[in-house]
């Protein structure tokens, strides 16, 4: 049998056909700088994988070749599940060189971001932290990546895991050890051209520095993570020149500059990631993951997931939220744009009212029966009295309690008032036009959804007005939740920085299709609460 079988689609010579005898060619799944990759299934066992293939065009360049044989033999390398697995490799009877890879089915960090916006906190923490731990196993055996970026870094959904990262593209990557002539590049130029993605360069790669080394994967990482918070890039410019000199000469702006409500904490560990003077810089992926979990040790654990309802957590101080233990069952999906699912999050009620704040229900203790006593009874005397005199006891401590609890928590809801285990919750604002917000998460319809007793921030924004800010609790008691912004006297349009897109060779096409999310200007303005029975 030869490596290529005759194909059945004459648009795409490729698809149908089979490859190196064993891989059937379904679909073209999309086309890079200078190669496609298709899916393709294993004939023999039914398996799904990826088939990437160079460009005819790029296949007589020894440059292109030697790149792509080096991201095979990067990713082979690592030996990381939060690195694309790369199974083989080989060649097509025209010359033209692939590789099987795994196969993943999501999207890729920009266009979550181009969708959403920017992320809540707990989720961009989580992809970092992700991205960290395939670059720290990159490291350890001397790959660095140079060309991280969010198209770079694809979201998959596991059994454990709603978003879980795979570190994809090791093309221009820098091989440190055990390296032949061609596969360690002694410059970053290829005819005049910087390799890499100049938004995500650090300071020492854009300036063509040719000794490169982890610590430029990490401010990369550290500039993707500011993106995600934001929204926007940490550097900008009109032309390729511009962002290259801002990167070498400015240091990078605040993250709370944007978006405010981001922990000083987190904020000091993306600034240390992006410090121009590399010698200052986080030196290793551990010590930066150390550094997020020191910064935040409620949303980095060695447990792989996040729960988005955290979040609460670090902007709501108005309401201490006390995160319990995630559960040992598996995670839902992670949440459309349309709803949001806020988990466990606390055990704590809130109210509307700053006033209760902070105060937890208490746990009543069950009253023994007296069935049960007189089975006792039935022991003997002697263990009868003591069983009446321990239930005595009891009661006493449960009158206790329940006087010292009254007006702090309602009682638990009895059989016929038993809140359903999933609470939706409509919020109707006035004015119709504004936006509203759950844990930082656009809902176009805003409808809150989530378990029964979840916490969940919720934001109601909309120029010209005062935002609201306030933290909700899905109990059940109502259906709609009537929310008035107060206007603000002669309010002058706000801004909008992403409407200015950066232009010349970096600008990105996707860039086109980003929405920009609202940023609130803090907890003000006032909130009439309306609810109607179930």
Known sequence: ??????????????????IGGKYRVVRLCGRGGMGSVYEAQNIAIGKKVALKFIDPASAGSPDAVHRFLREAQAASAAESLHIVQVFDVGETPDGRPYMVMELLRGENLA???????????SEAVHIAVHTLRGLRRAHEVGIVHRDLKPENIFL??????PIFVKVVDFGVSKILKHASSDLEVGTLTR?????????????EQAQGMPDLDARTDLWAVGAILWECLTGERPHKGKTYEQVIVAICTKDVPDVRTIVPSVPVRIADVIKRAMTRDREQRVQTANEFIDSLRDAAPELVSSNPSFDPALDATLLSPQTPLHPIKAPQTPLHPVPSPREVDAGAAANTRSSWSSSESGKSPLVSVPQQGWKAHWRVALLGATMMLAAFALTLGMMRRNHEQRESGRGMVASAPTASQTVPASVELHVVPTPSAASVFANDRLMPEGILKGPAGSSIKLRVEAEGYKPVERTVVLDGSAHHLAVELEAVADAAPVADP??????????KASDAGTSPQPKSSGIAGELKLKTDGP
Do not use: C, F
Request: charged share 25%.
């Open 191 to 203: 005819q005049g051209v910087v390799l890499g993605t100049p938004y995500y360069m650090a300071p």
């Open 111 to 121: 266009q979550r971001l181009g969708r959403l916006g920017r992320l809540p906190i």
């Open 156 to 161: 998959v959904e596991t059994d454990d895991d």
């Open 1 to 18: 049998m030869t490596d290529v079988e005759t194909p059945t689609n004459p648009e795409d010579p490729l698809v149908g056909s089979t």
């Open 498 to 507: 992403r409407k200015t897109k950066p232009s010349g060779a970096i600008a």
